[in-house]
């Protein structure tokens, strides 16, 4: 499953069952879910432009330095 992008709003009546359907995929291995750390806000253009060209997957997390 590859989800691109969605508005919750058109979708939170349906979120309940969300939990009960992806757990099984999450622990079989069959979906999987990524994240990526970027330190600071200076290091942020480069993997801001991976959301535009495809190469994005998973969360982007910003670590603020501060």
């Not at 069959?30 to 994005?56: C, K, M, R, W």
């Amino acid at each position: 499953m590859d989800i691109k992008a969605f508005a919750t709003l058109y979708v939170m009546d349906a979120f309940s069952d969300v939990p009960a359907g992806m757990t099984p995929l999450l622990t079989s291995g069959q979906s999987q879910y990524g994240e990526e750390f970027i330190e600071g806000v200076d290091n942020l253009p480069a993997p801001l432009l991976t959301f535009f060209d495809d190469s994005h997957s998973g969360k982007t997390l910003i670590v603020r330095n501060d």
